[in-house]
């Protein structure tokens, strides 16, 4: 059931990067383009969810470090846009 939930939310966050990258080569919006920087890097934090939870398990190796990196990198991308784009 887990690996189920964290595919969809890693196919989820992918569709949305592809959609946002699609309609940004269309407009030329350059939110847009921030925030689809910005939810590729939730999708690795997804991929990263999935390979620490179901394929490494173990307390053996630890990716919550990466997915946390991974986390604020979106977060911070998803911001910068947002100041960039206001000018």
Same mark, same amino acid.
């Given at each position: 059931? &887990? /690996?189920?939930? !964290?595919?969809?939310?890693?196919?989820?966050?992918?569709?949305?990067?592809?959609?946002? /990258? &699609?309609? !940004?080569?269309?407009?030329?919006? *350059?939110?847009?383009? $921030?925030?689809?920087?910005?939810?590729? &890097?939730?999708?690795?934090?997804?991929?990263?969810?999935? =390979? +620490? *939870?179901?394929?490494?398990?173990?307390?053996?190796? +630890? =990716?919550?470090?990466?997915?946390? $990196?991974? &986390?604020?990198?979106?977060?911070? =991308?998803?911001?910068?846009?947002?100041? !960039?784009? *206001?000018?």
């Amino acid at each position: 059931m &887990a /690996f189920t939930i !964290y595919s969809l939310c890693t196919l989820t966050s992918l569709a949305c990067t592809w959609l946002l /990258f &699609a309609s !940004y080569r269309r407009t030329r919006v *350059k939110l847009l383009f $921030w925030s689809a920087l910005s939810f590729a &890097a939730m999708t690795v934090n997804n991929l990263f969810l999935v =390979l +620490d *939870k179901i394929v490494f398990p173990g307390p053996e190796i +630890d =990716l919550l470090p990466v997915r946390l $990196w991974a &986390a604020l990198v979106s977060t911070l =991308l998803l911001l910068f846009g947002l100041i !960039y784009a *206001k000018e």
